[in-house]
């Protein structure tokens, strides 16, 4: 007998290439296929007038609501407004200021966030104590020769953005102290934060907020006033200071033990061993943690509306109320969603990605 | 002085804080050279910024008549929009010097709060609008109604009062603003929309359609909306007052922002007392002697203030009607300056 | 300064109590000053606080204590689950309050739940269209702010419905951009025994299910009791339901003067409230939901299929007890966030307790302590308790692990 190879035979052709893949993932079984029609048609019917509205139908050039007639979309609104919806009422030929401390956070934030930069805990130091004053110059001005600029011009996104860093900002080192303190020996201390923690926690935001701009102003001496944004900040950290000292908690505990145990082999003081030792460990494993809070932070400073700031839902809203343009609040409501949404899911990724990068390099720790 | 060490802590932790207010608002408020005025998030006709924020409208006149009285200038003011929740707490904290929000003078704002009202600006009423084409003649008609209201208000209380004590049936929708309420109302989420009248017309010309909106005929309560200042600083309070009835006996003597120069060579006593040339000046009040001439060149007499932001010069196109000067068949009497 | 330095380098190797420690340097010591000087500053900053504010009350001439609570509140509220009128006290008010927002809450809380599993599950799926649809609408509502949502279907979406006068019909009911009214069942005489044949039902299920358990440890063999119990909770007050001779009536909502009266209304407030919680919350039960799923070890499966159990007993015995003990813990908390949530009521008026109590009454009174503390400890203590049932489930769970 004789033996001759054959060649190997393709897979049968409804098996490989798009039909096969159709075959795996979308028609694998009757209730696959109904689901998948059923989703296929719906698609078709339910988009189809969404894409309509927004793109083919809609107008998008325009200074005016006249120019807002083909009944689509009515962009023309958000296009005309757009400096409103980012600056506020911040006086428009100051508003390079505000440009100017974002791109600032912006490249100190792609410090931090590039792998191949070196230096990585300066870029953490400016981020948190230098560029916090910087931008406060920035904002506010009242010195440097920049036109001082009151608070309540302030709105709009980049107020959105002054709330949501500043309550990050100011609530880590509150957080951490907190969370030090939840896992202190000293029984007082111990019950102190655990006490403070789970009050705010246990609190809705809005709650605090109203406490915030009602009752606060009573808790201070009579010559001691607070601006209607401060107080907004100070309910904002006292709020997320609570939730930051969990995250850190959290990043305290997976530190192995081991390493609490060699600092004080090494006969480290208490603020040694958690500076030197502890923290920076703790803290990179935190990373994703805070980004998770910031973003919720992020979408939680939209409650400011409630107490009368105008952040960007609220100045898209009141927009929206404007005789010249009433009936366009969809446009506005799907313009503020998106911006949210960007960054929302830009750092929801990026603290996946991290999450993902701290757990391999876990794996030889424990 | 452990509070003051406290709060000296505070202050330099926190370069945001508003100025200080021990001594008396009167010296605060020279001290920083600035007012600090409480207003609305925007009322048409009372309290609204306008494109390039600035604020306008009856109430903020009255911000710039203080502040022309005590600084000698108009400008030096800085304009503070409160929600209806916030404006008594801010007044109380000293955050603002005068509350001037169309606010309605009660006996429990007066008296329970430790706030004092120094006078009226406009008497207003509480009113309804409905659509047109329900064809409606009277607020009795609208037993079963839903009904837009604006929550925190006095407006809320009236309402139920009234359908209370009338028999009738309603159901209130409530909203933080009335801005919200009115375009509720707007698009047919209730039957009618209940505010003190003033502001429903200024509301009303923001409506998709404001003329298929009318409103009914009655009034169901009183609604004199004034400025308020704290209680215990009798001082300012003067100030405040004064100011409003400066106003007013400008535009009884027929001086105006446009002829108070050449008033000031009047032979009129009267005159000469308004403009500070003669009579009690600003010793009692210890601000400028001038300081009358300085609100009516600045800022104008009463009747101006009402034409531009809410009479017939303005959008919102309202009567005198009982806002009207005394001996012009409506209440606004001011006592006599001498 | 470079003494002090060395000793506290020596300190930790030497005994505790070492008779030659210096005080400073005993941890135990150090750490009773410490926390008294802790004690001695937050006292004084209470202190301060409670001087300034009594201080600034007595000044400003502002009235306190809660005896406003039983004052005429004097306004409408526009729904309540208990008999409201104009002329109930202040303290009536947050009653009603707080029984929207559990109305509200519990609501959420059971179509979150519902829809949240159905993601998680769906996110799992085989079919790459389902798996990213779910994908989608996860990655969509988590990341857009829960205020916003609530605009949206309050002001954009229930808006455009029509007025009372052009409803549209739907399941018997009305739907308008006043609410959605349908009838409402009315108990006559008779329907007594109807809830009696009910509880008998569920009575004799657990017994039936009991009964099950101990027959299938004995023998093994196995009594289709989940069927039969089903059948007999619905079967059982139908029955009884036809034999006494429909003893309900329907109260028909109906078009008179402005609006439909009759019947029971859905408050468009309340719907979009309920709307906008429940998808965003979803968002969150359907990522634990997975992650609950995924933790469940592969062996887990494979030892079942080894032991010849089918793929819904797998589904039923094996992952879901495992997948529930991942996914309580973290599924309470997001119910308490609902909860929390729902606080946002106030910016479209639903007529919950931080809308009513905190705002209407609030604004009302004037007593911005007593109203923010009241609705504060309303919170706190739902949160508190919580915790509690948390800790005593993972306990719980701990023992079952053993």
């Keep these: 007998m004789k033996y001759e190879i054959q060649p190997t035979l393709p897979p049968p052709a409804n098996t ?79 508003t390079w200021r505000l440009n100017l401390a974002f791109v600032l956070l912006i490249a100190l934030i792609a410090w931090m966030l590039i792998p191949r930069l070196p230096g990585k805990g300066w870029a953490g130091a400016i981020t948190l104590v230098i560029y916090p004053i910087i931008a406060y110059y920035l904002l506010i001005g009242d010195a440097f020769g920049l036109e001082y600029v009151e ?53 809705p935001l809005i709650t605090v907020l109203f406490m915030a701009s009602v009752m606060l102003p009573l808790f201070f001496p009579e010559d001691i006033n607070f601006d209607k944004l401060l107080r907004a900040l100070i309910g904002i950290i006292m709020f997320q200071t609570a939730y930051m000292a969990e995250v850190v908690r959290g990043g305290l505990q997976a530190i192995p033990k081991g390493q609490y145990e060699a600092a004080d082999a090494l006969g480290l003081s208490y603020w040694k061993k958690m500076i030197l030792i502890i923290l920076p460990q703790a803290l990179k494993l935190m990373i994703p943690g805070i980004v998770n809070t910031f973003i919720a932070l992020f979408k939680d400073t939209s409650l400011v509306v409630i107490i009368g700031l105008f952040d960007l839902l609220a100045i898209v809203q009141a927009a929206s109320n404007d005789p010249d343009w009433i009936g366009f609040a969809t446009e506005g409501y799907i313009f503020v969603a998106l911006m949210f949404w960007i960054f929302c899911f830009g750092m929801s990724r990026y603290s996946q990605h991290l999450e993902k990068l701290l757990h391999t390099g876990h794996g030889n720790r424990a | 002085m452990m509070k003051k060490t406290l709060a000296a802590a505070i202050l330099a932790t926190t370069a945001l804080s508003g100025a200080a207010m021990a001594e008396g608002t009167l010296e605060a408020v020279k001290g920083r050279d600035l007012l600090q005025c409480g207003v609305t998030n925007g009322v048409p006709g009372f309290s609204v910024p306008d494109e390039q924020g600035n604020w306008q409208g009856l109430d903020v006149d009255v911000c710039k008549a203080v502040a022309a009285a005590v600084l000698g200038d108009a400008g030096k003011v800085k304009y503070i929009p409160l929600t209806a929740k916030e404006r008594f707490t801010a007044l109380q904290s000293g955050e603002i010097d005068v509350l001037s929000r169309v606010t309605t003078w009660t006996q429990t704002r007066d008296t329970q709060l430790g706030l004092n009202f120094t006078g009226v600006t406009y008497y207003d009423g509480q009113g309804f609008l409905v659509k047109k084409d329900l064809g409606l003649q009277s607020v009795k008609e609208l037993d079963g109604a839903t009904v837009c209201v604006q929550s925190g208000t006095t407006t809320e209380l009236n309402l139920a009062d009234y359908f209370r004590a009338n028999g009738l049936n309603f159901t209130p929708v409530v909203f933080d603003t009335n801005e919200q309420a009115a375009s509720s109302f707007d698009s047919g989420r209730c039957d009618a929309f209940t505010t003190d009248l003033s502001q429903a017309y200024g509301l009303r010309t923001r409506m998709s359609d404001p003329d298929a909106v009318v409103a009914l005929p009655e009034v169901i309560s009183k609604e004199p909306l004034g400025p308020v200042v704290r209680q215990g600083d009798d001082q300012w309070f003067n100030i405040v007052k004064w100011s409003l009835f400066a106003m007013l006996n400008a535009e009884e003597l027929g001086v105006t922002s446009a002829n108070v ?38 800022v104008g007499n009463y009747g101006e203030a009402f034409e531009r932001n809410v009479g017939m010069g303005s959008a919102l196109k309202i009567d005198r009607g009982i806002n009207a000067l005394w001996n012009q068949g409506g209440f606004q009497y001011a006592p006599p300056m001498r | 300064m470079s003494k002090e330095k060395s000793r506290a380098h020596e300190a930790p190797a030497r005994k505790k109590h070492d008779s ?7 941890p135990g010591k150090r750490a009773l000053v410490f926390q008294t000087l802790l004690i001695g500053i937050l006292g004084f900053l209470i202190y301060t606080v409670v001087d300034n504010t009594l201080h600034n009350l007595e000044t400003r001439g502002i009235t306190t204590g809660f005896d406003f609570l039983h004052e005429e509140a004097g306004f409408g509220i526009p729904l309540s689950l208990i008999d409201y009128t104009e002329a109930d006290s202040y303290g009536r008010t947050f009653i009603v309050g707080l029984l929207n927002t559990v109305l509200v809450s519990v609501l959420g809380i059971i179509a979150a739940t519902v829809l949240g599993f159905m993601l998680g599950v769906a996110r799992l ?15 969509i509502f988590r990341n857009i702010p829960l205020l916003l949502q609530i605009f949206f279907w309050y002001f954009a979406v229930l808006r455009a419905l029509p007025s009372p006068r052009q409803s549209i019909e739907l399941f018997g ?78 109260d028909r909502p109906e078009l008179r003067g402005f609006n439909f009266t009759g019947g029971m209304t859905l408050l468009p407030e309340l719907v979009a409230l309920w709307l906008a919680l429940t998808i965003y919350t979803a968002a ?103 915790s509690l049932f948390m800790n005593w489930y993972n306990k719980r769970m701990a023992l079952v692990e053993r």
């Design chain 2, 261 to 298: 120069d050449e008033m000031k060579s009047s032979e009129n006593p009267n005159i000469k007392r308004l403009l500070g040339i003669d009579g009690p000046k600003g010793k009692g009040l210890d601000i400028a002697d001038d300081w009358a001439y300085q609100i009516v060149k600045q």
């Design chain 3, 20 to 26: 030659g420690t210096r005080f400073w340097n005993d």
């Design chain 3, 173 to 250: 009911g009305f739907l308008n951009i006043r609410g959605f009214s349908v009838p409402k069942p009315v108990p006559e005489d008779g329907f007594g025994l109807v809830v009696a044949a009910f509880v008998i039902a569920i009575v004799a299920s657990v017994i039936l299910v009991r009964w099950n358990h101990k027959r299938q440890d004995a023998t093994g063999q196995i009594f289709p009791a989940g069927w039969v119990s089903a059948g007999l909770i619905v079967g059982l007050p139908l029955l009884t339901f036809l034999v006494s001779g429909m003893p309900l009536s329907l």
């Design chain 3, 284 to 386: 969150f039960i359907a990522e634990t939901v997975r992650g609950g799923i995924l933790a469940v070890p592969k062996g887990q499966l494979e030892a079942s299929s080894a032991l010849g159990l089918p793929k819904r007993r797998t589904l039923r015995l094996i992952v879901i007890p495992q997948a529930m003990r991942v996914i309580i813990p973290p599924l309470t908390s997001q119910y308490l966030n609902l909860t929390k949530n729902s606080s946002l009521a106030t910016a479209i008026g639903y007529p919950d307790l931080v809308s009513v109590f905190a705002g209407t009454t609030l604004n009302q009174t004037g007593q911005a302590i007593e109203v923010i503390s009241m609705t504060m400890a309303v919170y706190l203590t739902l949160s508190l308790l919580t």
């Design chain 1, 16 to 94: 490989v290439g798009a039909i096969g893949w159709m075959r795996k993932h979308l028609f694998h079984g009757p209730l696959s296929s109904a689901a998948t029609v059923i989703i296929a048609v719906l698609a078709v019917y339910l988009l189809t007038p969404v894409l309509q509205w927004a793109f083919i139908d809609a107008d998008w050039i325009g200074d005016s609501r006249e120019a807002c007639s083909s009944g689509g979309a009515c962009w023309v609104f958000i296009g005309n407004r757009l400096e409103q919806f980012l600056y506020g009422f911040y006086p428009s030929e100051q």
């Design chain 1, 151 to 203: 608070t309540h011009r302030w709105g709009g996104f980049s107020l959105t953005l002054v709330l949501a860093f500043v309550g990050i900002v100011a609530a880590l080192p509150f957080g951490i102290l907190l969370a030090l303190g939840r896992r202190s020996a000293m029984p007082i201390v111990r019950s102190l934060s655990v006490t403070y923690i789970e009050i705010w926690r246990g609190v």
């Design chain 3, 125 to 139: 799926s085989d079919n790459w269209l389902v798996a990213k649809l779910s994908t989608l609408y996860i990655e």
